[in-house]
């Protein structure tokens, strides 16, 4: 029996205070942020109203349903510290996690759909914008009503009905999630100010070299800095060709703008500008979510599907945190090719940027007074799982005795012998291994390599060179072609028999890939994502997603060991950050190291090993 109970809150909400812009908590601590409704519903209880008014004594110790939880949790926090007694539950669980698990996507009213069948009315909710309680009308307010009840009654129905197909280590994660994103991250707000300072006069200084900065079109509207006509215009006046893309993530881009940046001085303004812009997002963002001195954030329990690695949420991703730092000597040198360092010094400071500043987002994060980081990644963990998956024995078995990984791969096919350590013997072959890392394992040609070393290096791979690497890989390892050839069998034999494919990983949870079907015209095999976008199945999108998913589990198996020993205050992929008193700092350090050094139960033959130190300040290694 179903002795769960839901809740649903609703809050006041409007165009320019919500939660992507300010965070949940920000926005949660705003003056004008009204909690004026909660719903409840399971057995015994059935009630809307005023969290003041609720039969909180109903629901006292009972296992809790919300579906996001995460947000429900701070407001029934926020209720507390406005002084509302409200009771506490046993448990609290999370159908909008349960339903990502469950490849379904998040949100209510498709997660009703899918799983049971019922449509819900979400036009209600939307008209609540830039109300409050006392704004709205007798009739709406009885919609009002009559929507947030049927939100709960849904979110207990899918727990009803499906909570028996949600693991309980799945559950342990979701939970876990909550606890850590609401724990958040201490900020160094004195150092977030201070390079949003130099920043936003390093912008200032770049717009000079825009020459459509200010620019206002026909309608009087003003032109944007990333407009791809006006950049098209630009460079038809100049005699270059555009590019055939202006997005940044796009390598067609980068490839585009060192070709061209010595000819064209707003080439090399608008890769810095949108370096500035990026950086200024983020620390404006960091400033903004940060109460009382700590930053929480949100993450995707399943944000992918197939992986259920996480993704970020609320407008601002710590996964996606920028990498490295940058400098206002970088800018320099960008906007002024050729000149000699102390004459960009000197340029920068007269235009009033400080020629010693930096920023380096990462550090923003810092312990608490008197506490240290512990800061530990898995070390090559996916070149780890595939040798694993693909069944590269010979590989392993160089790896659990101790080689590192582009040694043992490249002893493993056939490149090396000496028995002296590779990367004093032989620098350029191990350089050479290493590039083989980037996504070759996952299917890539020639030009995706290409791509992906520019992405993850920051330089350029010339195509020849990308393709005989390709090759090489090819030649070299055997054991992954044959794993993509089962896999694309799989694939195969599921389009011709109308049927989900089903893939088992060694941690005995399942990726299944539904609605797949092969297109006769374009040969190719398909499967519905998610929201039921017709997604290309091929064998480097399998393995990627087995491996990926593989090493999720790894990893989540370590940050559950970890939190019963420390507070974990983010994981990323393959990273985990504890905040621990420096009293305990060298014991928890050797802890964690333990814990992600230990091959997990399900895959003893997994060689895994990690990376740690103590930090005193959030900075890659």
Known sequence: MNTSVAIDFETTYSDTRDIKKLGSKAYLRHPETDIYLVSMFGEGVEWVGHPKDAPWGLIEGREWLSHNRSFDKLVWEELKLRGLSVSSPSRWHCTADMAACLQVKRDLATASKVLLGVHLDKGVRNRMKNQTWESMSPEFRVEALDYALDDSKACWCLWDQYSHLWPEKERLLSEHTSLMTCRGLRINLDLVRKDIEWLQNALVLVLKYIPWAGEVDADGEEVKIGSAPRLRKECLSLGIPAPESTNVKDERFGDWADEYADKALFVAAIQQWRQITRLLGFANSCLKRTIDGRMSYALKYCGSPHTRRWSGDEGLSVHNMPKG?????????????????????????????????????????????????????????????????????????????????????????????????????DPDLRQTVKILNLGLGYGLGGPGLARSYRRNLGKKLPLSRAEQLKDLYRSKNKEVLNLWKRLSGAASRASSTDKEVELELPSGRSLFYYGVRKDAEAGVI????????????????????????????????????????????????????????????EEGLAHVKEIMSTSPEWAPNLPVTCEAKLMDRYEKK
Request: charged share 25%; glycine share 8%.
């Open 325 to 425: 730092a940058y400098t206002a000597a970088e800018l320099g040198a960008a906007l002024w090719p050729g000149e000699l360092p102390q004459a960009i010094e000197e340029t920068l400071a007269a235009e009033g940027v400080d020629p010693e500043a930096e920023c380096n987002p990462r550090h923003y994060s810092i312990p608490e007074d008197g506490h240290v980081f512990i800061s530990a990644d898995l070390s090559q963990i996916e070149p780890r799982v595939l040798a694993l998956l693909s069944g590269q024995e010979k590989m392993l078995e160089l790896l659990r005795g101790g080689y590192e990984i582009y040694e043992a791969q490249a002893r493993a096919m056939g490149m090396y012998s000496a028995p002296t350590p590779l990367k004093e013997t």
């Open 526 to 585: 398909g499967f519905v994502e998610r929201g039921g976008k017709i997604r290309k199945m091929w064998h480097g999108l399998l393995t990627e997603n087995m491996t990926q998913g593989t090493a999720r589990d790894v990893l989540t198996d370590m940050v559950l060991a970890i939190e019963r020993e420390m507070p974990v205050v983010l994981h990323v992929h393959d990273e985990v950050l504890a905040e621990v008193p420096i009293d305990r700092g």
